[in-house]
Structures are given as structure tokens and as C-alpha cells.
């Protein structure tokens, strides 16, 4: 069965709220909620505010919107610091009302999670009290005298709001049995339809027909036997969403799913492709929330079927998808009526807890994260780099509507690059005509993405030096004489450490207004080819609290390409420029050192050295030993996961060498340690045709798996000796030894090919895609898993 979409646009909410936005000077902005989204309107004056002084540290501060009254100002003091102060600020920490104005909520799954629908519509309509639970007759459908009576009285509770497509013999037969409920007021809309796990959903009204919804007589003479008009069996979900569940004249803002206790083998192997469908009908603003298994009556606690361990890997990848474990409630087998089903709505009620703060249908759940970018260093190929940054570094971490991004930037048009032949490196000036605002007009949610610009220095110029002056002025003397000595000894390396550091006093200062939960670094000139895991992941994985993330391309030391950190305290440490100079960190040595050069130096300067100052080998002056060794001291765990991403360095079309890794990062390991082949091709086409990654190829490596259902478990897999296809169990392609890709043609007159990239070379392996696709369905390799991480982790 096929259908057309049909889309209704949403009346924008007559919620309006004034703010009053004070930065050097004054102009109003109104708040208007709608829905999810915060859209900020602001007047001709939204302009980035100029330090009232001529002072070169003055800070700026690009408003992309806040739903709070914001007093900026700018506190350019005589010893030339730079800061940007947000005062007296009203985070959008709650911006919904008990209101749940044009939502449609879809729950799609088994009995339990009826039930749980029914207590969360009961709590609503009849705004119960935390301990004023719903009757139990909602949640037991044994406490009726049959099923039909229970569809009634379920049905008429809500008060004339519910229709129900239900039908059920009481000898149960999944046949006979319909249960599709379609709930719908002014301000919500709630819509539940029954899928056992691999079996079928099915129904007997389309979306358009819902209200017409009846309870029907299964028994007896007067027993209903009208047919079906549609059914999608359990691993057909996508196509369940995306031919029925996008008819719906109010578009879904949330898809709630499960497959509970059925076998749900099917759905585990197609979720991939039910996601992406849930997605696309979803929207931006869409919610994605799986709901893993309950504890049955006698376990200790709650197992998870195969579906609920594909959701849960793929929580690490999907921003928009939740995934919710069984949580730890205190249940006695009393509150069973079954082996299954709890008898008592308390249970649901705390169970729904956590579906109500993923749904944020109150004004308690609707709470806004923060979480802060760092991107620092010379622009260099920023404008190739900007958009991937957005997209696959920091939308995955803090997507909205859940989380607000603060993205500090601290650039230089000025650069200064390692050199064979100088000790103090290679010297870039900055260039006039080149300099451009980034991430000045994004098409990121209003309200969610704010950008702080440091427009402090230029790498190696006198700014530069004033500010390392400033910073040296703060500490004790001991700790200024170790910053004076990396400064003299080894400038390129300490210029790039000291920005780094300079960047983190500015988020300090935004730290105490917003509490950040998660810091990520990155440079400005890395590509992200692919999303980054989600938070699940680096929640789910970390060792501790003080881990920090890094990129695996190396395997004895510590990249400072990126950091992932979900700790302030840990965050602190890593930034901290003492912490790096003190004895155990950083040495006087390194690549390309001059040692005569720096001793000459360091007697000008009249500074007395100890012999542990020095490095004993030129590898223990890498930034990257250097970094470790800091984090080892100060007690910081490194971990490392697999990213699809690239360097990206001029000339804009480098020659892509897989082999060299300070051309790439790396995006997953082979058995053999091979570097990053699929990075660095992706990277080599991205930059010399000057596309974005999305007009070039498919940046994400998939697996191919059978459509038809005697082959839905079975992948094709590149053979690396022949270079051709072969089909092998999907499970033992999950993380697949070889890259497979589809190739984007630039001339609209070119097919798309399909590559196999392997032992150092792309082959071509198909090039008739479109008919290729009739007898296998693309899947997404998996990337940030429990199972990549078996491969990836790296010993120490």
C-alpha cells in the first residue's frame, strides 16, 4: 500500500514574552514559542557589538538568540584582558507550558506499551497529581469482563477524545485481533498502533478515516469479520511510517516505539532503515524515543531483546533518537497480574517518567542542556571545513530541541607551520582580503547556537606576546618562570597550547552562567566527514568522569587534534596551560629543534634551566607525548574511538596518501592498522572539486543487505583479492574490513558508481546503482559501537 504525505502546517502559539537584550546598547526582542523551536526576532540593530574602547583584546559576542533577558558587556581592562561578561541571565531552561499545543505523539509496539500510553493520555487529561494515580482498570484489562468491555470502557474514559480500531477474540488470535487508537484534542493528538514485535500491525481506517474508529464484536453470532485495509509486518516498520503514519493531517512530533517481548529479529536487522524513516517524517524538530524491555515478574532485572540492543547502538549515532532502558523501580510480584504486565498504574506512572522528560510535555521536563565548542587556531581552510563542523561535530552532541550550542571561537588569519628547516617554524601573514566572519549565517534553530568570537591576536604578532604578558601576570612566580621558559624555548608549539588556553578562560567566565555539561575541542581546519557519536555514547562508555576522548590514528601517545570531555573539572585540566609546563609535562626539545638556537635564547632572556627540563629524545617533545604525559599526571583517562574525518591542509587538492596520517585522523581500524583509507579519499574529492561532502559521495560506509526476506540476513561483503562481491552472514560484516561507497557524480549526465575501497585502492564494483538497489537495501556500517570499540580500544 502506498500513500502521499500529507502535511499540515502547524498555527505558530500566541505565547509571546518580551526580552530586553542590553549589549553596549540597547534593543528589544520578543520571544515566540512554537512547538519545539525558539524563534528570536530581533530588530535592524542586531549588529556583533564593538568594544566601547580601541582596546585590541575587546571581545564580541553574535547573538543567534536567547530566550532570557541578556545584559552584555564588555570588560576590556588596562591589562589588556579579554572577556566577554553575560550578566543577570534567565537560561531557557523551561520554555514549554503544561500546554502541549499541536503535538502528535505516535506510539508504535506491544501490549505494555499500551498500557503506558493509556496511563501517560490519563495523566494528562485529567492533570493527575504525582501521587493521584490512574485507575487500574486502564492498565489490567483483566479487572473486565472481556475484551470488549475493556475496549469500551479504555475508549470512553477519555471523555468522547479516543477512537479505537479494536477487535479482539478471547481466544486471541492474531488474525482476528486489531487495537489502533487514535486520541485527538485541540492541543494533542496521541496515537497508538499495536506491532507484536516481528508480527503485523495492521488496521481497518486509514489516518484520514480515524475518527470513524469503532470497537467491534469478535465473538459470537454477532462477531465482526470485516478485512483489513492495511498491514506492514514488524521488520517493515519503515514502510509502516512512512506510507500510514505520514498521512496523518497533523504531522508526528514524536515516534515512541518498542518491540517488548515478541521475537523481534526482523525489526533488530532492519532498525537502520525504520530510524531514517521515523526521521524523514519526523522532521528536524522530531523526536525518535525507543522503550526497551520491561522486567518480567520473577527475573531481577530487565534483559534486552535483539531490537533493544540494535536501538541502543544506535542511540550512539542518531542524535535525534533516545533510547530508554527499563529503569530500577521497587516492584513487588504482587503488582503483576501476569508474567508480563504490571496490575498497578504506579508502575507506569514512574516508568513514564522518563518518557515524559524525553517528550517534554511539561513544564518540569522541558529543560535546555548546554554544552560548549572550542575551535581554535589559523583559518586556514575554515570555509571548506565550517559547514561539517556544524553538522557532524557539534549537531550530534547538542542537537535541539534539548540543547542550546555555544560554539567559542578564538582564529587567526596569521598562521605559523611546522618547518624542516626552522626551528621556530613557518610564519603566514595574515591576509586582508581573505578575512570573513564564520558561522555568520547558519541555518541552525534560532535560540540554539550561539557564538562567542574572541577577536583577540593574530598567531605571531605583538598581540600575541601582550596577551601571553597577561596571562604570566596571573600566576605564581614560579609557575610564570615554567610558562617563560616553553614560551623562549619552543614558540610555535607554545603558541599553539597558549591559545588553546586563552579560549578556556573565556569559557570559564560562561561556565558560571550556563553550567555546561559536555567540552569539545576541535581545529578549524578538520573535516568532519561523518557524524561524531552522541552523548549516549560518550555517557555509556566513558571509564569515568575525567575520561577524555580522543581520535585513534595513534597509538602510543595522546592526539591533540580534538577533545571530547563531559566533565568541567576534567575539561579545566586538559585547557590548563601550568598544568601542561610544570616538571613531568612538557620538555625543552621536540622536532625541527634548534638546541644552540634555544640555550643562546634562554641566556638572553637570563634563565636558568635544571637538566629534567629537558627532553631526552626529539619524540618526547611532541605535542602529542607532552599531552599524555599531562593527562597522566593530573589523573585524566584517555580513550579513543574511530572518526571519519581529515586535516584539511593547502594546497586546497592535496594528493590523498592513506598511508600518511597527518593527512587524516581516521575513521575505523582494520585488523591491520591501516590508516584511514576511506577519510582520506572522501577528504582528496571533497577538496579538489570544492563540494560539500554531500554533493561528492556518501560519506557514510555501508553494508548492503538483502531485501527479500529469506535474505534479509544476509550482506554482501567485498573479497579484497578478486575485488568483487560476495554474500556472507550480516553479523559477521558489522564492522566491515573494507569501505563500500557511492560515488556522486559531479556532471549530471555521469551514473552513480558503487566503489569498494580496499588494500590501498577504489575499484569500481557496480555501475548500474538504481537496478543494483532492487535486490539489496544500503544499510550504515556501524561506527560507534559496543562492537567497534572491542577493535578500536587501544592499549597503553
Same mark, same amino acid.
Given at each position: 500500500?502506498?500513500?502521499?504525505?500529507?502535511?499540515?502546517?502547524?498555527?505558530?502559539?500566541?505565547?509571546?514574552?518580551?526580552?530586553?537584550?542590553?549589549?553596549? $546598547?540597547? !534593543?528589544?526582542?520578543?520571544?515566540?514559542?512554537?512547538?519545539?523551536?525558539?524563534?528570536?526576532?530581533?530588530?535592524?540593530?542586531?549588529?556583533?557589538?564593538?568594544?566601547?574602547?580601541?582596546?585590541?583584546?575587546?571581545?564580541?559576542?553574535?547573538?543567534?538568540?536567547?530566550?532570557?533577558?541578556?545584559?552584555?558587556?564588555?570588560?576590556?581592562?588596562?591589562?589588556?584582558?579579554?572577556?566577554?561578561?553575560?550578566?543577570?541571565?534567565?537560561?531557557?531552561?523551561?520554555?514549554?507550558?503544561?500546554?502541549?499545543?499541536?503535538?502528535?505523539?505516535?506510539?508504535?509496539?506491544?501490549?505494555?506499551?499500551?498500557? @503506558?500510553? $493509556?496511563?501517560?493520555?490519563?495523566?494528562?487529561?485529567?492533570?493527575?497529581?504525582?501521587?493521584?494515580?490512574?485507575?487500574?482498570? &486502564?492498565?489490567?484489562?483483566?479487572?473486565?469482563? @472481556?475484551?470488549?468491555?475493556?475496549?469500551?470502557?479504555?475508549?470512553?474514559?477519555?471523555?468522547?477524545?479516543?477512537?479505537?480500531?479494536?477487535?479482539?477474540?478471547?481466544?486471541?488470535?492474531? =488474525?482476528?485481533?486489531?487495537?489502533?487508537?487514535?486520541?485527538?484534542?485541540? %492541543?494533542?493528538?496521541?496515537?497508538?498502533?499495536? &506491532?507484536?514485535?516481528?508480527?503485523?500491525?495492521?488496521?481497518?481506517?486509514?489516518?484520514?478515516?480515524?475518527? $470513524?474508529?469503532?470497537?467491534?464484536?469478535?465473538?459470537?453470532?454477532?462477531?465482526?469479520?470485516?478485512?483489513?485495509?492495511?498491514?506492514?509486518?514488524?521488520?517493515?516498520?519503515?514502510?509502516?511510517?512512512?506510507?500510514?503514519?505520514?498521512?496523518?493531517?497533523?504531522?508526528?512530533?514524536?515516534?515512541?516505539?518498542?518491540?517488548?517481548?515478541?521475537? %523481534?529479529?526482523?525489526?533488530?536487522?532492519?532498525?537502520?532503515?525504520?530510524?531514517?524513516?521515523?526521521?524523514?517524517?519526523?522532521?528536524?524538530?522530531?523526536?525518535?524515543?525507543?522503550?526497551?524491555?520491561?522486567?518480567?515478574?520473577?527475573?531481577?532485572?530487565?534483559?534486552?531483546?535483539?531490537?533493544?540492543?540494535?536501538?541502543?547502538?544506535?542511540?550512539?549515532?542518531?542524535?535525534?533518537?533516545?533510547?530508554?532502558?527499563?529503569?530500577?523501580?521497587?516492584?513487588?510480584?504482587?503488582?503483576? !497480574?501476569?508474567?508480563?504486565?504490571?496490575? %498497578?498504574?504506579?508502575?507506569?506512572?514512574?516508568?513514564?517518567?522518563?518518557?515524559?522528560?524525553?517528550?517534554?510535555?511539561?513544564?518540569?521536563?522541558?529543560?535546555?542542556?548546554?554544552?560548549?565548542?572550542?575551535?581554535?587556531?589559523?583559518?586556514?581552510?575554515?570555509?571548506?571545513?565550517?559547514? @561539517?563542523?556544524?553538522? =557532524?561535530?557539534?549537531?550530534?552532541?547538542?542537537?535541539?530541541?534539548?540543547?542550546?550550542?555555544?560554539?567559542?571561537?578564538?582564529?587567526?588569519?596569521?598562521?605559523?607551520?611546522?618547518?624542516?628547516?626552522?626551528?621556530?617554524?613557518?610564519?603566514?601573514?595574515?591576509?586582508?582580503?581573505?578575512?570573513?566572519?564564520?558561522?555568520?549565517?547558519?541555518?541552525?534553530?534560532?535560540?540554539?547556537?550561539?557564538?562567542?568570537?574572541?577577536?583577540?591576536?593574530?598567531?605571531?604578532?605583538?598581540?600575541?606576546?601582550?596577551?601571553?604578558?597577561?596571562?604570566?601576570?596571573?600566576?605564581?612566580?614560579?609557575?610564570?618562570?615554567?610558562?617563560?621558559?616553553?614560551?623562549?624555548?619552543?614558540?610555535?608549539?607554545?603558541?599553539?597550547?597558549?591559545?588553546?588556553?586563552?579560549?578556556?578562560?573565556?569559557?570559564?567566565?560562561?561556565?558560571?552562567?550556563?553550567?555546561?555539561?559536555?567540552?569539545?575541542?576541535?581545529?578549524?581546519?578538520?573535516?568532519? &566527514?561523518?557524524?561524531?557519536?552522541?552523548?549516549?555514547?560518550?555517557?555509556?562508555?566513558?571509564?569515568?568522569?575525567?575520561?577524555?576522548?580522543?581520535?585513534?590514528?595513534?597509538?602510543?601517545?595522546?592526539?591533540?587534534?580534538?577533545?571530547?570531555?563531559? %566533565?568541567?573539572?576534567?575539561?579545566?585540566?586538559?585547557?590548563?596551560?601550568?598544568?601542561?609546563?610544570?616538571?613531568?609535562?612538557?620538555?625543552?626539545?621536540?622536532?625541527?629543534?634548534?638546541?644552540?638556537?634555544?640555550?643562546?635564547?634562554?641566556?638572553?632572556?637570563?634563565?636558568?634551566?635544571?637538566?629534567?627540563?629537558?627532553?631526552?629524545?626529539?619524540?618526547?617533545?611532541?605535542?602529542?607525548?607532552?599531552?599524555?604525559?599531562?593527562?597522566?599526571?593530573?589523573?585524566?583517562?584517555?580513550?579513543?574511538?574511530?572518526?571519519?574525518?581529515?586535516?584539511?591542509?593547502?594546497?586546497?587538492?592535496?594528493?590523498?596518501?592513506?598511508?600518511?596520517?597527518?593527512?587524516?585522523?581516521?575513521?575505523?581500524?582494520?585488523?591491520?592498522?591501516?590508516?584511514?583509507?576511506?577519510?582520506?579519499?572522501?577528504?582528496?574529492?571533497?577538496?579538489?572539486?570544492?563540494?560539500?561532502?554531500?554533493?561528492?559521495?556518501?560519506?557514510?560506509?555501508?553494508?548492503?543487505?538483502?531485501?527479500?526476506?529469506?535474505?534479509?540476513?544476509?550482506?554482501?561483503?567485498?573479497?579484497?583479492?578478486?575485488?568483487?562481491?560476495?554474500?556472507?552472514?550480516?553479523?559477521?560484516?558489522?564492522?566491515?574490513?573494507?569501505?563500500?561507497?557511492?560515488?556522486?557524480?559531479?556532471?549530471?549526465?555521469?551514473?552513480?558508481?558503487?566503489?569498494?575501497?580496499?588494500?590501498?585502492?577504489?575499484?569500481?564494483?557496480?555501475?548500474?546503482?538504481?537496478?543494483?538497489?532492487?535486490?539489496?537495501?544500503?544499510?550504515?556500517?556501524?561506527?560507534?559501537?559496543?562492537?567497534?570499540?572491542?577493535?578500536?580500544?587501544?592499549?597503553?
Amino acid at each position: 500500500m502506498m500513500a502521499h504525505r500529507v502535511h499540515r502546517s502547524t498555527p505558530k502559539s500566541n505565547s509571546v514574552l518580551a526580552l530586553a537584550l542590553v549589549i553596549s $546598547l540597547s !534593543f528589544n526582542a520578543f520571544l515566540i514559542l512554537q512547538k519545539y523551536q525558539i524563534t528570536i526576532s530581533i530588530d535592524e540593530k542586531q549588529l556583533i557589538p564593538t568594544p566601547t574602547t580601541k582596546d585590541k583584546f575587546g571581545s564580541s559576542l553574535k547573538i543567534h538568540g536567547y530566550s532570557a533577558e541578556l545584559n552584555v558587556s564588555i570588560d576590556s581592562q588596562e591589562r589588556g584582558d579579554s572577556s566577554t561578561q553575560l550578566l543577570a541571565i534567565k537560561d531557557p531552561q523551561q520554555i514549554a507550558s503544561n500546554e502541549t499545543s499541536n503535538y502528535h505523539i505516535v506510539f508504535i509496539g506491544d501490549s505494555i506499551l499500551r498500557y @503506558s500510553y $493509556l496511563e501517560w493520555l490519563d495523566t494528562i487529561q485529567f492533570s493527575r497529581s504525582p501521587k493521584n494515580y490512574s485507575p487500574n482498570t &486502564l492498565i489490567n484489562e483483566k479487572l473486565s469482563s @472481556s475484551w470488549h468491555e475493556y475496549f469500551i470502557n479504555t475508549t470512553t474514559h477519555f471523555k468522547g477524545n479516543m477512537f479505537c480500531d479494536c477487535r479482539r477474540s478471547e481466544e486471541f488470535d492474531l =488474525n482476528v485481533e486489531v487495537e489502533n487508537r487514535y486520541y485527538q484534542t485541540d %492541543n494533542l493528538w496521541a496515537t497508538y498502533i499495536q &506491532l507484536p514485535g516481528d508480527n503485523m500491525a495492521h488496521g481497518r481506517f486509514s489516518p484520514e478515516e480515524c475518527s $470513524l474508529a469503532k470497537v467491534s464484536i469478535a465473538d459470537g453470532p454477532d462477531k465482526d469479520t470485516s478485512g483489513y485495509t492495511w498491514g506492514y509486518m514488524g521488520e517493515d516498520s519503515d514502510k509502516l511510517i512512512s506510507e500510514y503514519v505520514s498521512q496523518f493531517s497533523r504531522k508526528p512530533s514524536a515516534i515512541v516505539m518498542n518491540a517488548g517481548m515478541w521475537p %523481534n529479529e526482523g525489526i533488530a536487522s532492519n532498525l537502520g532503515n525504520i530510524f531514517k524513516a521515523a526521521k524523514d517524517v519526523l522532521g528536524s524538530e522530531g523526536k525518535m524515543i525507543w522503550r526497551a524491555t520491561s522486567k518480567r515478574k520473577h527475573d531481577l532485572v530487565a534483559s534486552t531483546s535483539p531490537a533493544d540492543d540494535a536501538a541502543k547502538d544506535w542511540s550512539y549515532r542518531l542524535p535525534y533518537l533516545t533510547y530508554q532502558a527499563f529503569p530500577k523501580l521497587e516492584i513487588s510480584p504482587s503488582e503483576y !497480574f501476569d508474567d508480563n504486565h504490571f496490575g %498497578n498504574s504506579r508502575i507506569y506512572r514512574e516508568w513514564n517518567a522518563d518518557l515524559i522528560q524525553a517528550l517534554g510535555t511539561s513544564l518540569e521536563a522541558r529543560k535546555r542542556s548546554h554544552r560548549v565548542f572550542i575551535i581554535v587556531g589559523a583559518v586556514r581552510t575554515l570555509h571548506k571545513t565550517e559547514e @561539517s563542523i556544524l553538522e =557532524n561535530m557539534i549537531f550530534p552532541i547538542c542537537p535541539p530541541p534539548d540543547c542550546v550550542s555555544h560554539l567559542v571561537l578564538h582564529l587567526s588569519y596569521a598562521d605559523n607551520r611546522p618547518s624542516t628547516e626552522n626551528h621556530d617554524g613557518e610564519s603566514i601573514s595574515a591576509d586582508g582580503d581573505k578575512r570573513r566572519d564564520f558561522f555568520e549565517n547558519t541555518s541552525w534553530a534560532e535560540g540554539y547556537l550561539s557564538v562567542h568570537r574572541l577577536d583577540g591576536y593574530e598567531i605571531g604578532s605583538q598581540g600575541e606576546q601582550s596577551a601571553m604578558d597577561v596571562m604570566e601576570k596571573e600566576e605564581p612566580e614560579e609557575v610564570a618562570k615554567r610558562m617563560k621558559i616553553f614560551r623562549i624555548s619552543d614558540p610555535r608549539r607554545y603558541s599553539m597550547w597558549f591559545a588553546r588556553a586563552w579560549a578556556w578562560r573565556h569559557v570559564l567566565k560562561l561556565h558560571d552562567l550556563f553550567d555546561f555539561d559536555f567540552f569539545t575541542f576541535g581545529r578549524p581546519d578538520l573535516l568532519w &566527514l561523518i557524524p561524531v557519536p552522541t552523548l549516549e555514547f560518550f555517557k555509556d562508555f566513558s571509564e569515568d568522569e575525567s575520561t577524555v576522548w580522543m581520535h585513534d590514528a595513534y597509538f602510543s601517545f595522546a592526539p591533540d587534534t580534538f577533545a571530547f570531555i563531559q %566533565n568541567f573539572e576534567a575539561a579545566n585540566k586538559y585547557f590548563s596551560l601550568p598544568l601542561l609546563v610544570q616538571k613531568g609535562g612538557a620538555c625543552i626539545g621536540g622536532p625541527n629543534f634548534d638546541r644552540n638556537l634555544t640555550i643562546s635564547r634562554l641566556k638572553i632572556a637570563n634563565i636558568v634551566t635544571d637538566d629534567d627540563d629537558w627532553c631526552s629524545n626529539e619524540s618526547e617533545g611532541w605535542s602529542e607525548h607532552t599531552l599524555l604525559r599531562k593527562m597522566k599526571k593530573v589523573s585524566l583517562t584517555d580513550r579513543y574511538f574511530p572518526a571519519a574525518a581529515a586535516l584539511v591542509r593547502e594546497p586546497a587538492n592535496p594528493l590523498c596518501e592513506p598511508l600518511r596520517p597527518y593527512y587524516t585522523v581516521d575513521w575505523i581500524k582494520h585488523n591491520r592498522n591501516n590508516i584511514a583509507h576511506f577519510a582520506c579519499l572522501a577528504a582528496d574529492k571533497v577538496i579538489s572539486l570544492g563540494k560539500s561532502n554531500e554533493e561528492v559521495l556518501e560519506t557514510r560506509p555501508f553494508i548492503l543487505r538483502g531485501k527479500e526476506f529469506a535474505k534479509s540476513s544476509t550482506c554482501l561483503t567485498l573479497s579484497s583479492a578478486n575485488y568483487t562481491l560476495h554474500e556472507a552472514p550480516c553479523k559477521n560484516v558489522t564492522v566491515p574490513q573494507e569501505q563500500l561507497f557511492v560515488s556522486v557524480s559531479a556532471s549530471q549526465s555521469s551514473k552513480s558508481l558503487l566503489y569498494g575501497y580496499s588494500e590501498n585502492q577504489a575499484v569500481v564494483l557496480k555501475d548500474d546503482i538504481e537496478k543494483f538497489y532492487d535486490d539489496w537495501t544500503a544499510v550504515p556500517a556501524e561506527l560507534y559501537s559496543k562492537h567497534t570499540l572491542d577493535i578500536v580500544e587501544i592499549q597503553q
